[in-house]
Nanobody, 127 residues
Framework: QVQVVESGGGQVQPGGSLSLHCAVSGRTFSSYAVAWFRQAPGNEREFVAAIKWSGNSVYYSDAVKGRFTMCRGGDKETVLLQMNSLQAEDTAVYYC????????????????????WGQGTLVTVSS
């Protein structure tokens, strides 16, 4: 059984930083891309960042490029999302997910291409 578990959300002031952690178990971690998505109230779920199955490439949305960094964690089967210079517009529930397709050359940015999802963790940026 595949499980995806996020942690690390919370409240931070504008300009601050937070780190999110995602642990994936139950499938061969290194064969599937892992991505972060977010969803603000009233909005559709949107792509944030994804790391290729091989771990050697990371892709970001324009909204977070230069402020967020995604990487594999020190523990195997984990990924981290370091979020800096947070803005009010970054307020959302953040979800970690792993793809349906094994070893896709470029990770998809469509939520429908992701098979397993975590429960989400809330990030609130407010003064």
């Amino acid at each position: 059984q595949v499980q995806v578990v996020e942690s690390g959300g919370g409240q931070v002031q504008p300009g601050g930083s937070l780190s999110l952690h995602c642990a994936v178990s139950g499938r061969t971690f290194s064969s599937y891309a892992v991505a972060w998505f977010r969803q603000a109230p009233g909005n559709e779920r949107e792509f944030v960042a994804a790391i290729k199955w091989s771990g050697n490439s990371v892709y970001y949305s324009d909204a977070v490029k230069g402020r967020f960094t995604m990487c594999r964690g020190g523990d195997k089967e984990t990924v981290l999302l370091q979020m800096n210079s947070l803005q009010a517009e970054d307020t959302a529930v953040y979800y970690c997910a792993t793809e349906y397709t094994r070893q896709r050359n470029v990770p998809s940015r469509a939520p429908s291409d992701y098979a397993y999802w975590g429960q989400g963790t809330l990030v609130t940026v407010s003064s």
